[in-house]
């Protein structure tokens, strides 16, 4: 299966929806916060194409910290008969480099502290537990990550 990483506009909303809401229930974004990602100055935004489908998509936002730009993934889902293809991974590694041609250097991002795949995922990839976010998502806690670029 040949898979293209393509930039992802609004024009794709209603198949990037249908993908979040199979990977996440009550932590989807609404169909209104992705549009509004798809279309923010400060986003980046790619989707995996395959011959047929869009396979998954990755969102990412540029934000500062002490006048210091960061990436700040929110959001990369595959669609469930798509994965273990390699695909989150083209994914990422697209949008690190799309940040490093920014001049950022560093990357982080959030996930569940019981989302063993994507925990996984990130850690495969250089990512690096620095924190514990408690409650982040509603009962759940969350894990803070971060990657030098
Ligand atoms: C997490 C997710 C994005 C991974 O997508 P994917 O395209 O299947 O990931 P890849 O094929 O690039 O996997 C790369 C590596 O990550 C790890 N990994 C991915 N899925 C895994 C799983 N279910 N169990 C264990 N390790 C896993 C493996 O090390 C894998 O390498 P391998 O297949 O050679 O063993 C996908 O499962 C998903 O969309 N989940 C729901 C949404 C989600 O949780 N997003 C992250 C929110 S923070």
């Given at each position: 299966?040949?898979?293209?990483?393509?930039?992802?506009?609004?024009?794709?909303?209603?198949?990037?929806?249908?993908?979040?809401?199979?990977?996440?229930?009550?932590?989807?974004?609404?169909?209104?916060?992705?549009?509004?990602?798809?279309?923010?100055?400060?986003?980046?935004?790619?989707?995996?194409?395959?011959?047929?489908?869009?396979?998954?998509?990755?969102?990412?936002?540029?934000?500062?910290?002490?006048?210091?730009?960061?990436?700040?993934?929110?959001?990369?889902?595959?669609?469930?008969?798509?994965?273990?293809?390699?695909?989150?991974?083209?994914?990422?590694?697209?949008?690190?480099?799309?940040?490093?041609?920014?001049?950022?250097?560093?990357?982080?991002l959030e996930v569940?502290e019981?989302?063993?795949?994507?925990i996984?995922?990130y850690q495969?990839?250089?990512y690096q537990i620095v924190g514990k976010l408690?409650?982040?998502?509603?009962?759940?806690?969350g894990l803070y990550l971060k990657k030098?670029?």
């Amino acid at each position: 299966m040949e898979v293209k990483i393509e930039t992802a506009t609004i024009k794709l909303l209603d198949k990037l929806y249908e993908i979040e809401e199979e990977c996440f229930d009550q932590e989807a974004f609404t169909k209104r916060q992705i549009a509004y990602l798809l279309t923010d100055y400060n986003t980046i935004a790619l989707a995996a194409k395959t011959d047929s489908a869009i396979a998954g998509f990755i969102i990412a936002q540029v934000e500062v910290e002490e006048n210091t730009e960061f990436g700040h993934i929110i959001t990369i889902n595959v669609a469930p008969n798509c994965r273990r293809k390699g695909i989150a991974t083209k994914l990422l590694r697209e949008i690190e480099t799309l940040l490093k041609q920014k001049g950022i250097t560093e990357c982080r991002l959030e996930v569940r502290e019981d989302n063993h795949p994507a925990i996984k995922l990130y850690q495969t990839l250089g990512y690096q537990i620095v924190g514990k976010l408690e409650n982040y998502y509603g009962k759940k806690h969350g894990l803070y990550l971060k990657k030098t670029l």
